[in-house]
Nanobody, 125 residues
Framework: QVQLVESGGGLVQAGGSLRLSCAASVRTSNTYHMAWFRRLQGKEREFVAAINRSGGITTYADSVKGRFTISRDNAKNTVNLQMNSLKSEDTAVYYC??????????????????WGQGTQVTVSS
């Protein structure tokens, strides 16, 4: 069983930045692909970004491309999401996810095996 704990959420003004972190309870380097999803109020969960197990491949939702950066620190078993130029429409609960599938699942949430509890990000306009 893998436990994922997100941190770094909070309230920020539009145009500002936040850095989310997700700490895993097990070694994730070269074992788990990692991703961030978010759930806007009243909407379905949506894909934000993903990174493969080695950290060499990343993929982003069009809505965050150029503003968000996903990275992983394999020594600390963490995955980070640097969010810049935040907009009010980025307000959501952000979730970390992990997958042991052979290939990076990308935006397919059903292929992720473990999920964190989420952290709230609120962007004020």
């Amino acid at each position: 069983q893998v436990q994922l704990v997100e941190s770094g959420g909070g309230l920020v003004q539009a145009g500002g930045s936040l850095r989310l972190s997700c700490a895993a309870s097990v070694r994730t380097s070269n074992t788990y692909h990692m991703a961030w999803f978010r759930r806007l109020q009243g909407k379905e969960r949506e894909f934000v970004a993903a990174i493969n197990r080695s950290g060499g491949i990343t993929t982003y939702a069009d809505s965050v491309k150029g503003r968000f950066t996903i990275s992983r620190d394999n020594a600390k078993n963490t995955v980070n999401l640097q969010m810049n130029s935040l907009k009010s429409e980025d307000t959501a609960v952000y979730y970390c996810a992990a997958s042991r599938r052979p290939v990076l699942p990308g935006a397919i949430s059903g292929l992720y095996d473990y999920w964190g509890q989420g952290t709230q990000v609120t962007v004020s306009s």
